[in-house]
């Protein structure tokens, strides 16, 4: 017995953030094995850290397939205090990220918890800089945000990098 597949979905899961609403239009082939995605979002993790998504018999599971997650916590400050308009525009914005996990705002900041594997704070900012234009930032802001960048790059490679005994290089 043969099952058909609809175009537009195939039964399976995300390989980023294990949703099983994916889209047969959202492909990336790693290794000679094609992976669906249920968003853009999903398949440009992916491409950029495929090991953190995909084991291999060297080193086996990778860390999602492990269940892990980096929960990281971060404060996103403003230049001024922020209204409520704006508010609910920039946490609706957000929301639609993937691995956001709390969202909680006071006069001048957000306070974002994100898994780290499905979303970077870089993304988080590009929704933010993108959902408002009233917002602006500081060279001061843009040159701390690029150091915490780097170093969520670096955690992300020493995760996609672990031995089989699960310790780093």
Known sequence: ????????????????????????????????????????????????????????????LSPKQKGLSALKKRRIGFAKPIDEELKAELKQSVLLLMGI????????????????????????ESVIEQSSERLQSGLVNQVSRTFIHFSEEC???????????????
């Not at 043969?2 to 175009?7: C, E, T």
């Not at 006071?106 to 970077?120: A, P, R, W």
């Not at 955690?155 to 290089?169: I, K, P, Q």
Request: glycine share 4%.
């Open 101 to 124: 996990e709390e969202l909680i705002f006071d006069q001048e900041c957000l306070y974002v918890t994100y898994d780290l594997l499905q979303v970077s704070l870089e993304q988080i």
């Open 155 to 169: 955690e992300l490679d020493n995760l996609a990098h672990l031995t089989r005994d699960s310790s780093c290089h």
């Open 1 to 60: 017995m043969v099952l058909a597949m609809s175009k537009l979905e195939f039964t399976g899961h995300c390989p980023v953030c294990r949703m099983t609403n994916i889209s047969s239009s959202l492909t990336f082939n790693y290794q000679g094995v094609e992976h669906y995605f249920c968003s853009s979002q999903c398949l440009e993790r992916f491409v950029a850290h495929p090991h953190l998504f995909v084991g291999d018999p060297k080193h086996g």
